[in-house]
């Protein structure tokens, strides 16, 4: 029988690499006012950390800020930093809106979106700008599930770390 998931912030699920964990680096925070706080994932654009925009191909994430930002330029800001060995897990939405999985979902490639309450999941609306690789659903859930909690990795050449 089909469910829906609850929702949940997008987060790390695990790394693949030498290290159960993401490196923790700082980043200096752009001028403001920066609004990101814990938990959102931020950029790193001209030499300082921002918000992730999601407005085009050249945004480049840098993971998933540890602190929100404190409204001085040059603050540092640490920050657990994506790379090619990074799952994370997160809603697939589309448009912002619940969505139905299919199966053709695993695999495929989707950007992430920020809603209204601050909460970021997958969006299969969201095909530009940094993406996600869709690998498998979490084991509560299933295709044809609403809003299931999928696992995704960094799609090579939109994140900071290579």
């Known amino acids: 029988m089909a469910k829906t998931a609850p929702t949940i912030a997008m987060r790390v699920a695990r790394t693949m690499g030498s290290s159960p964990f993401n490196p923790v680096l700082e980043f200096p925070e752009k001028a403001g ?17 921002c918000i992730q925009t999601v407005s085009g191909a050249d945004d480049v994430v840098c993971g998933i800020a540890q602190v929100g930002a404190s409204g001085t330029v040059n603050t540092m800001i640490p920050v657990e930093v994506f790379d090619q060995s990074t799952h994370i897990i997160a809603n697939l939405k589309n448009g912002g809106a619940d969505y ?63």
């Open 33 to 49: 006012p920066e609004t990101f706080v814990a938990g959102d994932l931020v950029e790193y654009t001209s030499g300082y950390l």
């Open 100 to 162: 139905v999985l299919l199966a053709t979902d695993l695999g495929a490639v989707y950007g992430p979106r920020r809603d209204a309450a601050g909460i970021w999941s997958l969006d299969k609306a969201e095909t530009t700008g940094p993406l996600f690789r869709v690998l498998g659903v979490h084991p509560d859930y299933a295709v044809d599930d609403t809003n299931a909690w999928v696992y995704a990795v960094p799609v090579p050449g939109d994140y900071f770390v290579e």
